[in-house]
């Protein structure tokens, strides 16, 4: 158990769909990253979280969106779901600069939409 | 730009041989840090060896070791007495420390798949 906890392991839903990807991070962490991994962009940073508010956007689509709540765990949520949203979303870590081992990954989230 | 780029897609070694996995980095940012994961078929993501910037050695951690070369913007990855178990897909990833900025993300190369054979 790497300390961060992202729910569900597995989720398939059809497109035009919407769900939600959680996660809970290491103790004492503040900062919250969520990356998408896909066959094709490989690991894209999608949006950072530190202590509740938005920190740094990537290559994240505007049918994205997410949040940090105040007890710091996060929710990715993905709307209007099209086939090519289909991938591995993971969950990161980190204390407040990140650190030499300060990333923790999460388990992964596996999205396959239909 | 490609900010890290790993141009080995697939390699393969021998069992109890060494290994070495290429990184090239990009970046203007004179304080930042490089990292190995590793990804075996599970999907998680591990941690295995961290260089930062100004560090004047090259990090070890068991069998890992990241050959630093700054002046080539270079950050391989050294696997000795390679096992069964190595075999997985391994990312070179950076953090880059803008100042007065707040963004720690972690930049991903398309990683490398290592199949060790027995």
């Known amino acids: 158990d790497s300390g961060v906890t992202q729910t569900p392991k597995h989720l398939i839903t059809a497109t035009g769909q919407r769900v939600t990807l959680r996660c809970s991070p290491r103790s004492g962490d503040l900062s919250v990253y969520w990356y998408q991994q896909s066959l094709d962009q490989g690991l894209q940073f999608l949006i950072q979280y530190y202590n509740g508010e938005e920190r740094a956007k990537g290559n994240i689509l505007e049918r994205f969106s997410a949040q940090q709540f105040p007890d710091l765990h996060s929710e990715l949520n993905l709307s209007s779901l099209e086939l090519g949203d289909s991938a591995l979303y993971f969950c990161?870590?980190?204390?407040?600069?990140?650190?030499?081992?300060?990333?923790?990954f999460g388990s992964g989230t596996r999205l396959t939409v239909v | 730009a490609q900010k890290i780029t790993q141009t080995q897609p697939g390699m393969f070694v021998q069992e109890k041989e060494a290994v070495t996995l290429d990184c090239t980095y990009d970046t203007s940012d004179p304080s930042y840090g490089l990292f190995w994961y590793k990804q075996p078929s599970s999907g998680e993501m591990i941690f295995l060896i961290y260089q930062g910037s100004y560090d004047q050695q090259n990090a070890t951690e068991g069998r890992y070791s990241l050959n630093f070369q700054k002046a080539r913007k270079s950050a391989n990855l050294v696997i000795s007495a390679s096992q069964l178990g190595d075999s997985a897909m391994y990312f070179c990833?950076?953090?880059?420390?803008?100042?007065?900025?707040?963004?720690?993300?972690?930049?991903f190369g398309k990683g490398t798949l290592l199949t060790v054979n027995p």
């Open positions: 990161a870590s980190s204390g407040e600069t990140g650190g030499n081992y300060g990333y923790t």
């Open positions: 990833a950076m953090r880059e420390s803008r100042s007065g900025g707040s963004n720690y993300k972690l930049t």
